[in-house]
Nanobody, 112 residues
Framework: QVQLVESGGGLVQAGGSLRLSCAAS????????MGWYRQAPGKQRELVAT???????NYADSVKGRFTISRDNAANTVNLQMNNMKPEDTAVYYC??????WGPGTQVTVSS
């Protein structure tokens, strides 16, 4: 089973940027869909973005135009570039290999 580890979280001011990375323990080329989810305190986990092996992407309305998901099958990584960040983006961000496994999460905090 593929193991996932997120990195790149931290504290950023509103309007700033962060880049999250998800490293997989094996090849992700056979995993059709990879995604990023987030969970804020007291809220349910929600979809942020997904990307297929063919490069098709899907974003939550709340992050469209600000976040960009990408994948590098050769490096077994999935990235999330987050720009113009807002306090409501504060959450634990999780990488997900669809129907395989979740990562442990990385904390992102946006101060106002």
């Amino acid at each position: 089973q593929v193991q996932l580890v997120e990195s790149g979280g931290g504290l950023v001011q509103a309007g700033g940027s962060l880049r999250l990375s998800c490293a997989a323990s094996r090849s992700i080329s056979t995993i059709n869909t990879m995604g990023w989810y987030r969970q804020a305190p007291g809220k349910q986990r929600e979809l942020v973005a997904t990307i297929t092996s063919g490069g098709s992407t899907n974003y939550a309305d709340s992050v469209k135009g600000r976040f960009t998901i990408s994948r590098d099958n050769a490096a077994n990584t999935v990235n999330l570039q987050m720009n113009n960040m807002k306090p409501e983006d504060t959450a634990v961000y999780y990488c997900y290999a669809y129907f395989h496994n979740w990562g442990p999460g990385t904390q992102v905090t946006v101060s106002s």
